[in-house]
């Protein structure tokens, strides 16, 4: 039978595992915050309701404490301008289409191994050939393409 501390325990693991799968150092928190409750029930044998407490407060001091901290750490850096220089490398480079084009519709390319969106004044079926002319939006996600 399970303990109410190993519960906590495994709360915190399923907190882990689902900031794994969506990060966005939020959910690691909720881990630590639910093991902090663990450790408090090993130690001192607390209601319910003093558990919950527990894991609230230390969930949320933690983060609004240490994300700054885990952002900066774990967060990584881009260099100014990465993507205006990805877009200048692009250009004039072919790509495939991937899913068709239309003028009020952008469709999809595969650059380089990766998908992106891409923006044409024609209609470009799925399957043709295109040349980069450059950035389609601010975003940098979304390339202007033409027909080959």
Known sequence: MFSASLTWFLIGVVFLFAELAMPGLILIFFCFGSWVAALTLLFAGVSVQVQLVVFLVSSLVLLFTLRKVFMRTFGGRLKDGADKELSDRAVGRQALVTTAIRPAVPG?????????????????????????EGPGSDDGLTFRVRPL
């Open 108 to 132: 999809e390319i595969k650059f380089r191994g990766s998908f992106w969106r891409a923006a044409a004044d024609v209609d470009i079926p799925e399957g043709a050939t295109v040349v980069i």
